[in-house]
């Protein structure tokens, strides 16, 4: 399996970016999707997850109501849609994929295939 990152950049505070992961190597909907984040100095953390179907989803407190994940299932892409983006969301963005005999989870451990990431940059 291979998850591929794309979509980061710079933006300013109070816009929007979108993240996608494209998946391969893989049947798409055994897995459950996830997005981590990890700032300078700063621990890997959860950001939000979706599980294999779709149906699905759970998000940190932090981007609760901001963050969108969702999925594509008939193009192997899970999606990370970021709207009021604040400084403090300035990470590396991480897509991983875990699978989806086991319920959506927060832990990292939960996941065993990982992409090398997309730098999101937010100004103030």
């Known amino acids: 399996v291979q998850l591929v990152e794309s979509g980061g950049g710079l933006v300013e505070a109070g816009n929007s970016l979108k993240l996608s992961c494209l998946f391969s190597?893989?049947?798409?909907?055994?897995?459950?999707m996830a997005w981590f984040r990890q700032a300078p100095g700063k621990e890997r953390e959860f950001v939000c997850a979706?599980?294999?179907?779709?149906?699905?989803?759970d998000y940190a407190d932090s981007v609760e109501g901001r963050f969108t994940i969702s999925r594509d299932n008939a193009e192997n892409t899970v999606y990370l849609q970021m709207n009021s983006l604040k400084p403090e969301d300035t990470a590396v963005y991480y897509c991983?994929?875990?699978?989806?005999?086991?319920?959506?989870?927060?832990?990292?451990?939960?996941?065993?295939?990982w992409g090398q990431g997309t730098q999101v940059t937010v100004s103030s």
């Open positions: 979706i599980s294999g179907s779709g149906a699905n989803t």
């Open positions: 991983a994929a875990g699978y989806s005999y086991q319920s959506i989870s927060r832990r990292s451990n939960s996941y065993v295939y």
């Open positions: 190597g893989g049947t798409f909907t055994g897995y459950n």
